[in-house]
């Protein structure tokens, strides 16, 4: 589940390996390309940790996040 970190939106995924997680990080990126709202991301292997906020706001979470989070979950 999403957790509220210091103004950002924060969700942690695990997969089965390395070629899962880039897999589900490409279909994010077409996502927030389409959505023209992007994420901050780490990737190490099979983890994938995805930090939201909105930098044009001044890097506080707003509508935006909360529906570019909703459709990153869609993809699980
Ligand atoms: C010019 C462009 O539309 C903006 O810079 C968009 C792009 N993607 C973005 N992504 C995020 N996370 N926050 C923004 O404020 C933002 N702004």
């Known amino acids: 589940m999403w957790e509220e970190k210091k103004n950002q939106l924060y969700r942690s995924f695990e997969f089965k390996d390395f070629k899962e997680a880039f897999a589900f990080m490409t279909k994010v ?9 992007h994420p901050n ?4 292997y099979n983890k ?7 930098h044009d706001a001044g890097d506080v979470i707003t509508d935006k996040d909360h529906k570019l989070a909703k459709a990153i979950d869609g993809l699980l």
């Open 41 to 44: 991301w780490t990737n190490v």
């Open 29 to 37: 990126a077409l996502i927030a390309e389409k959505m023209d709202h």
């Open 48 to 54: 994938v940790e995805i930090y939201l906020n909105t």
